[in-house]
């Protein structure tokens, strides 16, 4: 009996050694890394006519989920339909913010990089941004949501 252990020990072990070299996948799926990709900031430019302290506002940026929004919600009545934003990005080439023209049914198109000035509009809900690595071998889509109470609480 005790010269049987050391031969299915050494057997064991061997179906074992087998058993995992078979488990490698011929194909591997590759995962993307969106680092270059990532938004680091995001904030709202400062404009009293909308509501004070504007710029100040915090926006979460759930890298995970590609979701950036903010959780304390604006006041009642906040005319969001002509909002500028800054957005920080590690390494972007290109930040492209696609929103709906209001009364039509198209969608614009604007790059904050190219144009940080030009305002956002977020009245008629999230809006989608696509930020592109420098190299351009990568790419992010986020839902933009700037949240507004609709009742006074």
Request: proline share 6%; with cysteine; aromatic share 8%.
């Amino acid at each position: 009996m005790t010269r049987k252990l050391p031969i299915y020990f050494i057997l064991s072990l061997l179906v074992g050694c087998f058993a995992a070299s078979c488990n490698e996948d011929p194909d591997p799926v590759q995962s993307s890394s969106y680092a270059n990709c990532a938004v680091t900031s995001f904030s709202l430019a400062k404009d009293d006519s909308v509501v004070a302290a504007l710029d100040s506002v915090y926006f979460s940026i759930d890298l995970v989920g590609a979701r950036i929004f903010n959780a304390d919600s604006l006041p009642v009545g906040t005319d969001v339909s002509k909002l500028i934003i800054k957005v920080g990005t590690s390494s972007a080439s290109a930040c492209d913010i696609t929103f709906p023209i209001p009364g039509t049914k198209r969608d614009t198109t604007i790059n904050i990089i190219e144009s940080p000035n030009d305002s956002i509009n977020f009245s008629e809900g999230p809006v989608q941004m696509v930020v592109k690595s420098y190299d351009g071998q990568a790419q992010r889509a986020y839902t933009v949501s700037v949240n507004v109470h609709k009742e006074i609480p």
